[in-house]
DNA sequence: AGAACTTTGCAATGGCATTGCACTCCTTAA
DNA sequence: TTAAGGAGTGCAATGCCATTGCAAAGTTCT
């Protein structure tokens, strides 16, 4: 049906089916993170597992990128396009303490701090909270 | 028995209990951020919800403060003599991924950078992950 | 149509944080 | 000194979330 959407899941080598297209229309729609469980309430009648494993088989082709921002259940937020989800695509993410919503902050880029003698960064998770604009 | 850890604990306002002094030793000597799991460990003949909460007063006090890297378990680390757990006092929390320990970078501050119009920040909690100097 | 593979649903399982309850210990007031 | 009350501890649940084994359903290919 909708082509657009599964032409970006072929592009990233995911064969489309319903439950992935509807995953992948969700998190463009909303426009944040989701958890697991937000997507598993807003489709009632899929399983659990079936959204899990959707979203893992999506974070191993660089679709989605898994974000951890410490409100106890990982979130999931949709990739750039040519995202490999390497330290140079990591960006900040933005928790509101009061809407629970995280955001996606691509414009604000991370700035990788010199670290000690020794120690190499493949990896950076940098998480503001705070009260997000719709809420202050 | 070791004044200073009593001391320490005193000023923060904790009555130094057994218990208490030999986590808050075993904070200080590690200089790194542990979880309850390996303090369980460490201490293998008090119970985990002993510790639980001996870290949970320690965090109610600013005494350490909990860090989420990731891994699946929060870490604890003694905060600075004057922290308050503000903004002001977050720094960078380093995880290394071969030996899953984790390390307050209190050397290198935390630039907040300025956030999108009507994002306010409270909190900020950056994680980098990679190799330490020990496993390089 | 049938074989092989993929996707999905259901029902566990496991890890970790957290809490209720009872027991012990310590302090305080009579 | 002793009784009472509060704080600290240990044990045994509980709950939440991520993850997985297995079987059923769907898909693809011949």
Do not use: W
């Not at 106890?72 to 919503?101: P, Q, R, V």
């Amino acid at each position: 049906m909708n082509t657009s959407l599964e032409e970006k899941l072929r592009k990233k080598s995911i064969k489309p089916t319903a439950m992935r297209l509807l995953v992948l229309q969700c998190l463009m729609e909303q426009n944040r993170a989701l958890s697991l469980n937000e997507l598993e309430v807003l489709f009632e009648n899929a399983d659990k597992s079936t959204i899990f494993r959707t979203l893992k088989t999506f974070q191993e082709n660089y679709l989605v990128h898994r974000i951890n921002d410490g409100s106890g259940a990982i979130k999931y937020a949709l990739c750039d396009d040519d995202c490999i989800c390497s330290l140079e695509d990591n960006h900040i993410h933005f928790l509101c303490t009061k809407c629970e919503k995280t955001y996606c902050l691509k414009d604000t880029p991370i700035t990788t701090p010199n670290l000690p003698n020794g120690f190499r960064a493949n990896f950076a998770n940098y998480l503001i909270e705070g009260i997000c604009s719709a809420c202050s």
